[in-house]
C-alpha cells in the first residue's frame, strides 16, 4: 500500500492496522452500530450482532490523516488463518496512483453514463459476495440512500476490499468476482465522498474519503461483542466525473441483486430504497434456495417447458460448474446466460463456447441412435439443437481471465475443455436414462431444422 510522505511511525500504525485488515470514515447514516439487536441490518444473521450506541467523539488510537484504503490501486493478501495476525506491509502489491482512473474512468467502470454510475454499485456488491462465496457471510444489505449515495453492508470478516484477491493461495479467496478488478479503490477514485466502517476483533474501524484521499484520521473504538465482524462501504458518487444525473435506477440494481441471489443459494441479500417520504420506500429480500434451478423456472416461468428443469453440479481441477437448463415448446431461440465467478459475462466466453460445443455434439451423437430421424446422415447445427432452450452456466475459477475491467467475456481455455467433457458425460446419462425427454427435444430440433430448409429453398425458389 502506498502511504505517501508517511513517517516511520505512521507506517508502523497502518501495518499494524492492516494486520486486522480494518477500514476507514467518518459520519455514519445511521447513530448505532448496524449489526446492534435493535437495529440489525439482517434477518437470523449467521453471527449475533450486539454493538451499543457509542459516542461520536470519544475515540482512542487516532492516527495522522493517512490513507487506511490506499491512495493508490492496491492489492491485499488476507488468509484466515494464524498467518492473518502477520498481515503488513510486506504482504501489500502496490500498482499505480488513482489519477488514471479520474482522468480516463471509463477504462475501469465502462462509461461515465448511467452504466458507469451502476457499476459502482457492482464493484462493492461483488467484494461483499466474495466474502459470501468464500463461506465467512450469509447476509448483505444494499440501501439506496435518499441523499443519493449507496451503501453496501455484509456480516463478513471485517476486511478491505481494495484487490485483495491478487494473493492466489494466500489470499483467502479461492474463488472470486473481483480477481481482475480495482474495485473500492476506482470506487473510492471516482467518489465525491466514501466512508468505511469495519467491525473486527471486538473493534470499529472508521475513516472517511474524497475523491481518493483520506480526510480524516483512521478512527477506533471497543465493541461490546468481540464476535461482531463485517464491512460497510458508502460513498457519494462524484458529479464531476459522471455526465448523467446521479440517480440510481432501483430495477436496475434489483435485477443485479436478484441474479445473485439465483448464483449464491446460501445468501440473503435485503435491498432498500429510501425515501423523503416514508411511504415510498421500498425494502425486498432476495433468497433462492434452489439457486439455478429456480432461476431457470423464472425465467420461463410464461413458457411451455418440454420437461423438468435439468441440472448438475461437478468440481474438477479447481473449476466448480453449474448448469440448468430446460427446453420450451412454444419458444424459438434461446436465452443462455453466462457467469464466471458470479459475474454476469455478457459477451460469453469459454464457458458458453463449452456449453454449445458440447450440447450440439450430445444431441446429434444420440439421434443418430433415435427411430426419430430415419436419415442418419442428417446433421443439426447449434442454432437447431438449441431452439427454446433456456441454460444458466456459472463457473467458479481460481484464476479467471476476464477480457477488460468490466469483465464481459471468461477467456480461460480450460475452462471450456472441462464444462464440455461434463456437460456430454451429464447429458449423455440423463437422456438415454429419460428417452421420452430425448424425444421430445429432438423433435423441437427437427421441425427448427426443417423451417429452416423450407425458408432457405423457398427464397431460392423465389
Request: proline fraction near 3%.
Amino acid at each position: 500500500m502506498a502511504l505517501l510522505n508517511a513517517n516511520r511511525s505512521s507506517i508502523s500504525f497502518v501495518r499494524l492496522a492492516m494486520a486486522s485488515r480494518f477500514f476507514i470514515s467518518n459520519s455514519l447514516y445511521c447513530t448505532s452500530a448496524p449489526f446492534s439487536r435493535s437495529a440489525s441490518l439482517f434477518i437470523q444473521p449467521r453471527v449475533n450482532f450486539r454493538l451499543k450506541r457509542v459516542p461520536s467523539r470519544d475515540w482512542s488510537n487516532a492516527v495522522p490523516r493517512r490513507a487506511f484504503i490506499s491512495s493508490s490501486i492496491s492489492t491485499e493478501a488476507f488468509q484466515e488463518s494464524s498467518a492473518s495476525k502477520k498481515y503488513g506491509s510486506d504482504q501489500i502489491q502496490v500498482l499505480q496512483g488513482l489519477d488514471p482512473v479520474r482522468k480516463r474512468p471509463g477504462m475501469y467502470i465502462g462509461s461515465t453514463g448511467p452504466r458507469g454510475l451502476h457499476h459502482l454499485v457492482y464493484e462493492i456488491l461483488d467484494n461483499a459476495v466474495d466474502e459470501a462465496q468464500a463461506g465467512f457471510a450469509n447476509k448483505i444489505e444494499v440501501v439506496l440512500l435518499a441523499d443519493g449515495s449507496v451503501c453496501v453492508t455484509d456480516n463478513g470478516r471485517g476486511v478491505l476490499h481494495a484487490g485483495g484477491k491478487f494473493g492466489g493461495e494466500s489470499s483467502g479467496y479461492n474463488v472470486s468476482g473481483g480477481l481482475h478488478g480495482v474495485g473500492l479503490s476506482v470506487v473510492n477514485a471516482l467518489s465525491e465522498a466514501l466512508e468505511v466502517t469495519v467491525w473486527r476483533d471486538g473493534m470499529e474501524y472508521h475513516q472517511r474519503y474524497s475523491r481518493g484521499n483520506p480526510i480524516t484520521a483512521l478512527k477506533c473504538q471497543n465493541v461490546s461483542n468481540n464476535d461482531s465482524s463485517g464491512t460497510r462501504i458508502r460513498f457519494w458518487p462524484d458529479k464531476e466525473i459522471f455526465t448523467s444525473a446521479i440517480e440510481f435506477d432501483h430495477n436496475t440494481i434489483a435485477g443485479r441483486i436478484r441474479e445473485l441471489a439465483f448464483l449464491n443459494p446460501e445468501l440473503r441479500i435485503i435491498f432498500r430504497k429510501e425515501d423523503s417520504i416514508p411511504e415510498n420506500s421500498l425494502t425486498t429480500e432476495y433468497f433462492y434456495a434452489g439457486g439455478l434451478v429456480e432461476y431457470v423456472k423464472w425465467l420461463n416461468s410464461d413458457k411451455t417447458p418440454l420437461h423438468d428443469v435439468l441440472s448438475f453440479r461437478k468440481v474438477a481441477d479447481g473449476i466448480t460448474i453449474d448448469i440448468a437448463l430446460q427446453w420450451c415448446s412454444d419458444a424459438y431461440s434461446d436465452t443462455m446466460l453466462g457467469y464466471a465467478n458470479s459475474i454476469r459475462t455478457v459477451d460469453g466466453g469459454t464457458h458458453i463456447e463449452g456449453v454449445k460445443a458440447s450440447i450440439t455434439r450430445t444431441l446429434n451423437s444420440l439421434a443418430k441412435k433415435s427411430k426419430l430421424f430415419k436419415e442418419k446422415d442428417i446433421s443439426l447445427s447449434g442454432e437447431h439443437v438449441r431452439e427454446g432452450l433456456t441454460c444458466i452456466v456459472s463457473v467458479k475459477v481460481p484464476n479467471p481471465e476476464f477480457e477488460g475491467q468490466t469483465k464481459t467475456r471468461l477467456g480461460n481455455p480450460e475452462v471450456r475443455k472441462v464444462v464440455d467433457q461434463y456437460i456430454q458425460e451429464y447429458l449423455t446419462e440423463y437422456l438415454e436414462l429419460h428417452p421420452d425427454v430425448l424425444d421430445s427435444i429432438l423433435s423441437k430440433s427437427l421441425n427448427a431444422l426443417k423451417v429452416t430448409y423450407y425458408i432457405k429453398h423457398a427464397s431460392v425458389a423465389k
